[in-house]
């Protein structure tokens, strides 16, 4: 293979392994929802005061995430941004667990530092997704897209495991187990500082066609001159840099030289860097039919994980700590199996198919949960059968949730293609998830204290049915088919040979 090809499956091999250390770094390697649980059983908060914490935690990431992805459009220094995000968040969590006081008496502080932490995770999805793209390209975004989730799932799994024995064993007292987050963390930058950022085509990651490499010149969509041949905007387009970009990517600093212009007269024209304006994205259709459907189902979904844990954990000792985080193992283990499925097989089925197995998964556990919960409140003592009953129901975990990690970076950059603004796109959609999830948060805790678990399942329950419905009814299919009688699959595979020289 050339040197360059070389490089990139390199570049491609470290990805993997970022992706299998991040795990759900951006909510604190997935301890915003271990941290609910330890709050409420080793703190003494109630589901109020967790709902409140985790309220202003969202509400900080639905401010943040589409300036994160504005950001992450421009900067040529994306590695650079990812590794700030994952120190800083781990820190943040570690913070959390250190300074928690009982009762929730600091609870100030607490709300404060989850303001802080929200801010800093919104960096982080559009710029795991955009250095990936940037790698990649669009041709291979269905294929690492889904390496990228099996990995993060899988490293997630291994992450709680190892907390939920630690909290196993050092019950009551299990502040300790957020010791696992920096060494998680340590794995992301040790990994992520190996990868050549000039590996990291700038225009690809933005979904922008990349420069012709050989000449230096500009594909038709950056082809800016009117009919007269002048330049519009004033200015003509200029060759690649080193990094792989022109004028818009300069590396004179770490946003390069961004074009605040949000807007034009006629949006059919692309700004002088070539990408659509950032309001001409709010004229999408799809788009915001998408971020609705996203938005509802995070707000019905969301909270449903935290309650099971909850629900598993309370008064059931250091048993009732363990089976709550194998919640979360349980989830992570078939989010692997999903992730592969939709890597498989949505460029042959399509993305509404799949998407929509894994929208409709999501109410008929909640079903499944309002039953059992029932069951267990006519019992004077939880048996062990029917907790791992409970438990199971993470499969569906696994099946929505898998399905929706995987299939909405697809959407979104199915999308985004050709505008110039995929992590842009993608903070958009990343930023009505946050939303959602946040009064998900807090009206989840504040139905199961006022009302009982067992009618917070029943009403999110139907709620799920209507993201599902909306995207049965409203959503087109997003994939463009590829012509000549191939599959998605088979163009990737067609185009990955046709990057790989042989010498």
């Known amino acids: 293979m050339s040197a360059d090809s070389d490089s990139k499956v390199s570049a491609r091999f470290f990805l993997g392994l970022v992706a299998l250390f991040l795990g759900e770094l951006r909510d604190g390697l997935t301890m915003i929802n271990m941290q609910s649980a330890f709050l409420i059983v080793s703190k003494y908060y109630t589901e109020k005061q967790a709902g409140i914490l985790f309220f202003v935690f969202g509400m900080s990431q639905f401010l943040f995430q589409a300036p994160a992805g504005y950001i992450m459009d421009y900067t040529n220094r994306k590695v650079g941004w990812l590794a700030f995000a994952s120190v800083a968040t781990t820190s943040l969590t570690i913070l959390t667990a250190a300074t928690a006081k009982e009762y929730g008496a600091n609870l100030g502080w607490m709300i404060f530092i989850k303001f802080i932490q929200g801010g800093v995770t919104a960096l982080i999805p559009p710029g795991l997704n955009s250095i990936t793209q940037g790698i990649v390209g669009s041709d291979g975004m269905t294929r690492q897209v889904s390496d990228n989730e099996m990995r993060n799932h899988f490293g997630t799994a291994i992450i709680v495991l190892t907390g939920s024995l630690m909290a196993f064993f050092m019950y009551p007292d299990i502040g300790m187990l957020f010791l696992v987050s920096p060494v998680a963390c340590a794995g992301v930058i040790i990994f992520l500082l190996k990868i050549n950022p000039k590996d990291i085509d700038h225009d690809a990651a933005r979904g922008l066609k990349a420069h012709d490499n050989n000449t230096g010149s500009i594909p038709d969509l950056y082809n800016l ?30 946003m390069g030289n961004p074009s605040f212009n949000f807007d034009s007269s006629d949006n059919s024209t692309p700004h002088v860097d070539g990408a659509s304006s950032p309001l001409a994205l709010l004229k999408d259709t799809t788009l915001l039919t998408f971020i609705i459907i996203v938005f509802l189902f995070h707000t019905s979904n969301g909270t449903v ?14 048993v009732g700590i363990l089976m709550s985080g194998l919640c979360i193992i349980v989830a992570q283990i078939f989010m692997v199996g999903s992730a592969k499925v939709c890597g498989d097989y949505s460029g042959v089925w399509g993305r509404k198919t799949i998407f929509l197995v894994g929208l409709f998964s999501v109410p008929i556990r909640c079903l499944i949960l309002y039953t059992l919960t029932g069951i267990k409140n006519g019992m004077e003592e939880t048996s062990v059968f029917l907790q791992v009953i409970i438990l199971s129901t993470q499969i569906l975990d696994g099946v929505g949730a898998g399905v929706f990690g995987t299939m909405y ?12 603004r995929f992590s842009l796109t993608l903070g958009l959609t990343s ?32 709620m799920a049915c209507v993201p599902a419905a909306g995207y049965l009814v409203f959503m087109p299919e997003t994939l ?8 998605v699959i088979e163009e990737e595979e067609r185009a990955e040979n046709e990057k790989t020289v042989v010498v």
Do not use: C, H
């Open 225 to 254: 001159t009117a009919n007269d041949g002048t330049p519009k905007g004033g200015t003509s387009p200029t060759p690649k840099n080193e990094y792989g970009w022109g004028r818009f990517g300069t590396p004179s600093g770490p």
């Open 409 to 420: 970076i697809l959407v979104t950059s199915d999308i985004s293609a050709g505008t110039g």
């Open 431 to 462: 930023a009505a998830m946050s939303i959602g999830g946040t009064v998900s948060g807090y009206l989840g805790q504040a139905i199961a204290q006022d009302l009982g678990y067992q009618n917070a399942f029943m009403i999110l329950g139907v």
């Open 305 to 318: 994980l935290p309650l099971v844990m909850q629900t598993l954990a309370i008064g059931e000792g250091r």
């Open 480 to 487: 463009q088919k590829t012509t000549g009688g191939m599959s």
